[in-house]
């Protein structure tokens, strides 16, 4: 582990200003997503290090993530008490979408040469999460839309107004850039493999979610930015590799995937899944009991009627 890396705390003492609201899933769009990443490890040979890894878990994210796909940092305030982060370049261009008139909930894709979304928007989104429970083994976090303007915000209103763009267009985009792309949850746990059903001594970091798009808008993003399910898969792909990197684990390769996954590499199980968009159909979607059994705080509360 990096001794020169100093974990952040996951309550903050004097935070800024800053407000967030959750975006559940039952009031995002489209088609749920349902998906878990997991890499196996060997026991390394001082133990006691496994239980220091999976307190610190949440605190170490900056160390885990792939800064090409999607550094992380901490956020800039609290949500519910607890610390959030800020994700940057996971939705690395941004998207675009004209509203129809006197239809405002839908949008038409607009297709933009990438040289030139990247010009009129460089890197100027990010995505927080607010940390809703952590634990020996891991924690869960919420996706959140910040209440609040940031530098990014202030990126994209100075031009507007610059050329003349009445505030409310400014307003609209602003809204949309502070949105998590996704709504819903994510959790990660680091355990022994035994509470993952494996009957040898062995280590196992995963991740899991149960998400949609957290506005319409995202569900055009792949015009702009390419194959969600596939950027989704590489970033916590590599983001379980270098877990295993940062803390010197050695990885277990070549093993055949279990039913219903599939493998990413030599070492990464991977599960990916789209349901409809209602609590019925997740629940009873076979990956669910295991994966409500292993993050429990994963599903949310649904409406009767979501």
Request: glycine residues 6%; positive net charge.
């Amino acid at each position: 582990m990096n001794g020169a890396y100093k974990p952040m705390p996951l309550v903050l003492k004097d935070p800024p200003k800053a407000a967030y609201s959750p975006l559940p899933m039952y009031k995002g769009c489209g088609s749920v997503h349902m998906n878990r990443f997991r890499i196996c490890a060997r026991v390394p040979t001082n133990r006691g290090s496994v239980a220091h890894i999976g307190t610190h878990l949440a605190a170490n994210m900056p160390q885990y993530m792939p800064p090409n796909l999607a550094a992380v940092r901490p956020g800039d305030g609290p949500w519910n008490g607890r610390n959030t982060l800020k994700f940057r370049a996971v939705m690395r261009i941004r998207p675009f979408a004209v509203p129809v008139p006197k239809f405002p909930a839908f949008f038409i894709p607009v297709p933009v040469p990438q040289r030139l979304r990247d010009w009129m928007a460089p890197d100027i989104h990010t995505d927080s999460v607010g940390i809703i429970q952590s634990s020996a083994n891991g924690f869960t976090v919420q996706t959140l839309k910040r209440e609040y303007e940031d530098e990014d915000d202030k990126t994209i209103r100075a031009p507007l107004r610059a050329a003349g763009a009445p505030d409310a267009v400014a307003d609209f985009a602003i809204n949309i850039n502070q949105h998590h792309f996704l709504a819903g949850r994510r959790s990660f746990r680091f355990d022994s493999g035994r509470n993952f059903g494996y009957d040898d001594d062995r280590l196992v970091f995963e991740t899991a979610a149960i998400e949609r798009y957290s506005h319409p808008v995202f569900e055009y993003s792949q015009i702009a930015v390419g194959n969600i399910p596939a950027i989704v898969r590489q970033i916590w792909c590599q983001m379980a590799h270098r877990f295993c990197e940062t803390h010197g684990l050695e990885k277990i390769v070549n093993e055949p995937a279990q039913p219903g996954w599939s493998k990413s590499d030599p070492a990464m199980h991977s599960m990916q899944a789209e349901v409809a968009p209602n609590a019925g159909a997740i629940r009873s979607a076979a990956q669910f009991p295991a994966i409500s059994k292993l993050h429990p705080q994963l599903m949310e509360d649904w409406p009767a009627r979501g």
